[in-house]
């Protein structure tokens, strides 16, 4: 048969066949993505400085990089909020990839606030003495080098500064930006693993107590790719329930008025085991990275392995980015499965108020017990989710803010407190804080009051809009939990508040060391934010309700 005729074939076999329609380009919306690709441009170029610039300017160049790039993305998010992206024109964009409303907007704006100061405390160079004449930061010289081995001291000898860092943290935020406005299952999957990884790296790099913070991130990232694993399984579950990884589709199936089915998915869909099995473990993997109990066992082991910027930052900005995304799949995939995660939500979020806080109780080390603050913390918030109503995501939206800024404060001066060994992070070591150094320990004593949800602090707004929005939406139960669960929170924070004041402080203490405007800024912005929304919430409690309202 000759080339001619084969040719010909083919093409009537094609005109028979009905016509091939156009592959069609993808719309993408760049101005209304621009916060997010701020971030991964500049994460980028962070790629470049280590790879082209002097091993000398590396540091300034990182930093200068990635405090433009946060500012530049807060503005950006700030301008599609007063453009109406969060209200009246909130809509999904990116060809169904990603949400654009009130509470992507909101959280992104939080997430890059958090991010600015989280750049501020990983920039800090003047805690640790000097090493060699060279000023050192809280990460180690040469992270590929082994603990103790002749190439670390040397790589300290040389004043070698890991600046990875900084792209690194970009990296995180800018999957931290997309996750919380994921419309569609697979989106959600990439953020989770974009800003995961970063966050594994980060863990172990600290320049003190290296072999505790390499454990650290091995533990992180073991359970962390479990509850990745479970993730994916549930979206492979839901797209064989729904033929779809898109929200809108889950959502209309699971109500029942789904219209055009693909034949090949109409035997499993509208299969309630996958849809239950499915729902299961995509939320397990959101509750392990929001540290809800049971699955919050890594938290603590990495809260006090990880260098203690690290700490903060993942702290405020993990849970913020979590949140977000777990309450747009209850709100707009599974609100007609109310029913039924419902009594489980209930269950996981009496355990994790419970747990955290009388877990803490026992705590000697100062990272593990704001550890399991966060983890009681995570269950006050859940109390919010579990509301079901408008309020309910504005109180979370607000307590989620409220807390990021708290908590950088809180570990940011847990950085200045030192001995020989660096960070004294040890209890015992804290007694007498008070009258060593009055003003650290007052600027503490106001982070543990407005943990432990003191009137006048950002905590106590917080904890009042999510309790009063889960009594409203008829979970009465969950806030005489909540209640009791303050109660006991309120006295290991206290407890802290009377060794610093009332104890004895010991000749051979630790110091108190004067930090660079940086850290001051960051600390002082923690405590300007906790007074401000203690004092005066009401502007941001309406911004929060104002931003509400999820696309659908």
Partial sequence: MSASAVHSLWTTAATAAEPISKIDAPKIEYGQLSPTLIVIGAAVVGVLVEAFVPRKSRYYAQVFVAVVALVAAFAAVVALAAGGYGTTKAHIAAMGAVAVDGPALFLQGTILLAGILGVFTFAERRLDPEAHGNRVDAFAAQAASVPGSDSEKAAVKAGFTTTEVFPLLLFAISGMLV?????????????????????????????????????????????????????????????????????????????????????????????????????????????????????????PDVYQGAPTPVTGFMAAATKVAAFGALLRLLYVVLPGMRWDWRPVMWAVAIVTMLGGAIVAITQTDIKRLLAYSSIAHAGFILAGVIATSPDGVSSVLFYLGAYSFVTIGAFAVVTLVRDAGGEATHLSKWAGLGRRSPLVAAVFAVFLLAFAGIPLTSGFAGKFAVFKAAAEGGAGVLVVVGVISSAIAAFFYIRVIVLMFFSEPKPEGPTVAVPSPLTTTAIAVGVAVTLVLGVAPQYFLNLASQAGVFVR
């Fill in 179 to 299: 996750f919380p406005a994921a419309n569609d299952l697979l989106t959600l999957f990439v953020a989770l693993e974009v800003f995961s990884l970063p966050l594994y790296l980060l863990c172990a790099v600290a320049r003190r107590k290296r072999l505790m913070s390499q454990e650290a991130a091995v533990k992180y990232f073991l359970l962390g790719a479990f509850a990745s694993a479970f993730t994916l399984f549930g979206i492979a579950l839901l797209y064989g329930y729904a033929g779809s990884v898109s929200y809108a589709t889950i959502a209309h199936v699971v109500d029942g008025t789904v219209t055009n089915v693909d034949p090949a998915l109409a035997g499993t869909m509208g299969n309630d085991v996958l849809l239950l099995m499915g729902m299961a473990l995509v939320v397990m993997g959101l509750l392990f990275k929001v540290g809800a109990v049971p699955f919050h066992m890594w938290t």
